[in-house]
């Protein structure tokens, strides 16, 4: 079974970058990779794949630095495969954003448990058979959660990784207000002194793609004050 999720693989030894990538392709994923961690974000930025597999010890900087770089925008979940077993190297790894650590060796039926885990975590899906196909439907708006992707009047709206998370939340408890904390701990995981002001960056980005005048409330709705709610056939 075809489950059609885009997993990047960053990893310069030649010979776990051809097991890795034959692994995943034998179990329905699409396999994109790379050698250096220059061409692992290049990779990123022109696909924008749903998983990274990343070795830390790269040729060009460190995966820390990719780490890093990767979640200065988005939320695309990653795991690092390293030979670095050592708490510290872990610890680091995980605090700079990473959603999970497997060490050099590793077992193949582990290293798949764990990346279905982590998709199953970080998508955004509807409960079974909760929406029909996988889909959502509001007016002209349709959210496909298997392909992440929206559409408006069957044109395919672009969004980022974390724009997309953010409107299929809220579809997800589609008439229901969500707090703006609720969302930021949902979506981020955290909350700072930006994160209020990230939202709403993040909320008129998306109002903009979906062509929405200010103070329109068509599709969503803000709440002053207390947050945002995606509307339904009743509103």
């Known amino acids: 079974m075809s489950n059609k999720y885009k997993i990047l693989i960053v990893e310069d030894e030649e010979n776990i970058l051809k097991f890795v990538t034959a692994l995943f392709e034998a179990n329905g994923y699409q396999a994109l990779t790379a050698n250096t961690a220059e ?20 040729p060009d ?13 988005f939320l695309t979940p990653i795991i690092v495969l390293s030979a670095r077993s050592g708490e510290s190297d872990k610890v680091e790894a ?7 650590y ?11 448990a764990r990346v279905r885990t982590i998709l199953r975590s970080s998508r955004h899906s509807c409960e079974e ?16 959660y298997d392909s992440r992707r929206i559409y408006l009047d069957d044109a395919e709206i672009k969004l980022t990784q974390t ?13 229901k207000v969500l707090t703006y904390s609720a969302i930021i701990k949902e979506i981020w995981g955290y909350s700072d002194s930006g994160s209020i002001k990230k939202l709403q960056v993040n909320m008129a980005n998306i109002r903009r793609k979906l062509m929405l005048k200010p103070g329109e409330n068509k599709y969503i709705s803000n709440e002053l004050g207390i947050g945002y709610k995606m509307k339904n056939e009743n509103d």
Do not use: W, Y
């Not at 990779?43 to 790269?58: E, N, V």
């Not at 724009?163 to 008439?175: D, K, P, R, V, Y």
């Open 163 to 175: 724009e997309f998370n953010i409107l299929a939340l809220l579809s997800e408890h589609c008439g």
């Open 94 to 100: 995980l605090d700079t954003g990473a959603n999970d």
């Open 61 to 73: 900087f460190d995966g820390i630095q990719f780490i890093k770089a990767i979640r200065k925008d």
């Open 102 to 112: 497997v060490t050099k060796p590793f077992g193949s039926a582990e290293l798949l």
């Open 129 to 144: 058979g909760k929406f029909p196909g996988g889909k959502f439907t509001s007016g002209c708006m349709v959210i496909d």
């Open 39 to 58: 061409l692992g974000l290049l990779m990123f930025t022109s696909h924008m794949p749903d998983l990274i597999i990343l070795d830390l010890g790269l």
